[in-house]
């Protein structure tokens, strides 16, 4: 079965840093383009990045493009993002998933306040 | 970026009864269009992704039709559990994009 274990999220302050990770078990995760969205109290959702399955390309929206960063560590079948320069439009609940389509996890919250 | 124009945004149905949502996209983006199922405290559940091909588990009373820019999923003989919000989503190109969701709840 496959899981995603996202944590990391918390309460920030406007401009602090915040590291997300997503743990994957239940499929070969280094074989997987891997993504982060999000979705913003009574808001759509959007997708905020890729990781290509080799860490080769990586691809970000607009919105987050210059401060946040995603990596990955197939060794210990993780995914990161790394969000710098926190707004508060960045409140959001953060999902990791799998491929184009398929899996995601549970979702992690981060709100980003005064 | 696509588009994504998802309606109606609230339906309400009794079980048994069949229920159609719309997604529609601002170009064509094939059959690359998924169909997710948000329940509370669940994760987000794929259903149908190209268009029409049913997630390994999903139920048969759930269909997708559609290609280029105008997409249905259809929901036949509505079960309890099936009350949920619904949301599209097309993986034909970066940006993902998602529709804003169909709340689907018991009349």
């Known amino acids: 079965e496959v899981q995603l274990v996202e944590s990391g999220g918390g309460l920030v302050q406007p401009g602090s840093s915040l590291k997300l990770s997503c743990v994957a078990s239940?499929?070969?995760?280094?074989?997987?383009?891997m993504n982060w969205i999000r979705q913003a109290p009574k808001k759509g959702l959007e997708w905020i990045a890729l990781i290509y399955y080799d860490s080769s390309n990586k691809y970000y929206a607009d919105s987050v493009k210059g401060r946040f960063t995603i990596s990955r560590d197939n060794s210990k079948n993780t995914l990161y993002l790394e969000m710098n320069s926190l707004r508060s439009e960045d409140t959001a609940m953060y999902y990791c998933?799998?491929?184009?389509?398929?899996?995601w996890g549970q979702g992690v919250m981060v709100t980003v306040s005064s | 970026d696509v588009q994504m124009t998802q309606s109606p945004s609230y339906l309400a149905a009794s079980p048994g009864e069949s229920v159609s949502i719309s997604c529609k996209a601002s170009?064509?983006?094939?059959?690359?269009l998924a169909w997710y199922q948000e329940k509370p405290g669940k994760t987000n559940k794929l259903l149908i992704y190209?268009?029409?091909t049913l997630q390994s588990g999903t139920p048969s009373r759930f269909s997708g039709s559609g290609s280029g820019t105008d997409f249905t999923l259809t929901i036949r003989s509505l079960e309890p559990e099936d009350f949920a919000v619904y949301y599209c989503q097309q993986h034909n190109e970066y940006p993902l994009t998602f529709g804003s969701g169909t709340k689907l709840e018991i009349k």
């Open positions: 170009k064509s983006i094939n059959t690359y």
């Open positions: 190209s268009g029409s």
């Open positions: 239940g499929f070969t995760f280094s074989n997987y383009g």
């Open positions: 998933a799998k491929g184009r389509t398929g899996d």
